[in-house]
């Protein structure tokens, strides 16, 4: 068996441009998190992974793909109240993500298909920055309330806060399992200042990031900006105005903010005065991280830097503690764009990323004394399939697949060319190359064994080529034309038996369907397809969680991984969950038959 190392393999990872936990940090949480802890990571090429932590594991569970001209420039997690059933039994509400990305659009995001699942837009302009309302746990006393058509209560549904381009800011709804536009917090002023960045003070205070050298406070109860702080002008020989890139807020509700010119501005949470700042980066800073106790900042920049703030004790009792740069290492090759926290009594981590395309794992409270993780860039499925009796070996990313040619091991080869007189062709080459039209990127690809079909698929369509081999050894594609039901059938997982017979499709919302291809006894002729046989897995109870880390409905139902049988005559999927389901396929057809006989049926074990 030939072992190959494949470097000429270009599969260009995308930038990282947002991250953001599932669950706030709680330092009430014995554990090292709940169950239903996930890791979003946005890139710039429109896809979101989820990443399960696993204590420690770290698992990609599934990729959103996204596509043409898309990318992801914000991510924020809600959290539906709890209910009661009929017996009483509190069920846990659902966990919602959200993102931004160069539009006026809000996009919620249906976890269990990895498709958009509704959008919010309106009449303003394109949105920057992103976050969603804090929830509180409740007390006895509590209450939802609402004031002015804001939603304030600590048992409510979180709204969401975006600021746009053209300076106004926009309160969004997500009650009732919806998003919509609730309210204007402000209107674009005349100067028009970007909104940069974005955060809650607390419930009803909202903290902005400007363009202007500005950090505004408002009051979402009646729309009134209670304070706007200046941060000056620029330093001499630069831009005249501070961009405020980052800004984020201290359990006890001083703001931090970062800055273009590289500072660290820590902010009174009463008067808003600025209490102190710290230059540490030599460029801008880009994004900042507080950690749940509020003593600990992180902030990363355009320097590749990732500084550490701690509050430190004063030479005298009476004297007030101050802010002081304990650390700074850089984890990243290229600029660090967003960062992440998660915390509990039993686990800190800081999630960091940016240009490098690698999300970093950082201890919080052990920082410089543990050592931090790199998770990889790549997807843990990797895009890569092999006609291993051609030698060809196929790749994918975005819409794009390349087929390159694999040449036998150099001593075999020299031996047969040296026989025959020939040149000795190259050890690899690309054979042929397709780019799919449409906006969709490509979600998952695979080869017949012999290199003679090629099937790919996005999230709304399956498509599949018929390859011949040309005299200068490179390779023709045709494209076969396929019924209705089935090039329609898109899917996220698809896999041809070994035998060549069978092709299963996965699709968004787990449906597994199964093909028969029917191969046609005069060579040359494109092959027939059967309709898709449906088969289903076991029904089985969904896990149960705590109603106070919330749900994520059928999500670890999730299709993940399939398999044939070397003899193609048992099929295997499995889900996040770790469940698998077995289908013995029964029924070898005469192909020689025609018309074809009726599809073969499965049983399910």
Not at 158 to 186: P, R
Not at 321 to 341: C, G, L, N, P, Y
Not at 387 to 400: G, H, N, Q, V, Y
Not at 403 to 422: N, P
Request: charged share 25%; hydrophobic share 35%.
């Amino acid at each position: 068996m030939d072992v190959h190392r494949c470097r000429f393999v270009p599969y260009p990872p995308s930038a990282i441009n947002a991250l953001a936990f599932s669950h706030s940090p709680s330092l009430t949480t014995s554990s090292k998190g709940p169950p239903t802890l996930r890791l979003a990571v946005g890139r710039a090429n429109g896809d979101i992974e989820i990443w399960n932590p696993l204590r420690g594991a770290w698992h990609q569970e599934s990729i959103f793909r996204g596509g043409k001209d898309r990318s992801i420039e914000g991510l924020a997690w809600a959290q539906d109240p709890e209910e009661e059933d009929k017996t009483g039994f509190k069920v846990p509400g659902r966990l919602r993500l959200f993102s931004i990305g160069y539009s006026s659009s809000v996009t919620e995001w249906e976890l269990t298909t990895g498709r958009p699942l509704r959008h919010a837009s309106g009449n303003y302009g394109e949105l920057w920055c992103m976050a969603a309302q804090p929830r509180l746990q409740p007390t006895a006393e509590e209450d939802t309330k609402t004031v002015n058509g804001v939603e304030l209560g600590v048992t409510g549904y979180q709204s969401l806060v975006v600021g746009c381009a053209d300076g106004s800011i926009v309160i969004l709804s997500t009650a009732d399992g919806d998003l919509q536009f609730q309210k204007t917090l402000t209107r674009p002023p005349e100067k028009k200042a970007r909104v940069l960045s974005i955060a809650w003070q607390n419930q009803h205070n909202v903290v902005a990031g400007h363009a202007d050298s500005t950090i505004r406070i408002f009051d979402i109860r009646n729309g009134q900006q209670i304070r706007a702080m200046s941060l000056g002008t620029g330093p001499q020989g630069g831009p005249k105005e501070v961009l405020v890139w980052s800004v984020k807020c201290t359990v006890d509700g001083e703001i931090v903010s970062g800055d273009s010119t590289g500072t660290v501005s820590f902010w009174d949470a009463k008067n808003y005065s600025r209490l102190q700042r710290i230059t540490s980066h030599k460029a801008d800073i880009l994004d900042l991280a507080v950690s749940a106790d509020g003593e600990t900042v992180f902030s990363g920049g355009m320097d590749r830097r990732t500084a550490v703030y701690r509050r430190t004790a004063g030479s005298r009792p009476s004297e007030k503690r101050r802010w002081a740069e304990i650390a700074h290492q850089r984890f990243h090759s290229h600029d660090v764009k967003a960062m992440a926290v998660f915390e509990t009594k039993k686990i800190s981590i800081l999630a960091s990323g940016g240009l490098d395309t690698t999300p970093i794992i950082v201890p919080i409270r052990e920082f410089g004394r543990e050592h931090h993780r790199t998770l990889s860039s790549l997807p843990q499925q990797p895009p890569l399939r092999s006609a291993p009796k051609k030698r060809l070996l196929m790749s994918w990313w975005d819409r794009e697949v390349s087929i390159w040619r694999i040449q036998a091991s150099k001593e075999t080869q020299a031996a047969d060319f040296v026989l025959e007189g020939l040149p000795r062709p190259p050890e690899k080459q690309l054979v042929a190359k397709v780019l799919l039209q449409g906006e969709d990127s490509i979600t998952h690809a695979a080869i017949l064994q012999d290199g003679s079909m090629l099937v790919v698929s996005t999230l709304s369509e399956t498509k599949i080529f018929r390859l011949r081999e040309r005299h200068d050894a490179t390779i023709s594609l045709r494209k076969v034309d396929l019924p209705d039901e089935i090039s329609t059938l898109g899917a996220k997982l698809l896999q041809i038996s070994p035998d060549g017979k069978w092709l299963l499709l996965v699709n968004s919302t787990n449906k597994i369907r199964l093909v028969r291809i029917m191969s046609m006894a005069e060579p040359g002729k494109a092959p027939r397809f059967l309709p898709p046989i449906s088969l289903r897995r076991l029904s089985r109870k969904p896990t149960q969680s705590n109603y106070l880390y919330g749900n994520l409905g059928a999500y670890d139902r999730s299709i993940c991984r399939v398999a044939f049988s070397a003899d193609s005559r048992i099929l295997v999927v499995g889900d996040l969950a770790g469940h698998l389901d077995t289908f013995v396929l029964e029924g070898h057809e005469d192909l020689t038959q025609d018309p074809p006989i009726t599809s073969p049926s499965t049983r399910r074990s």
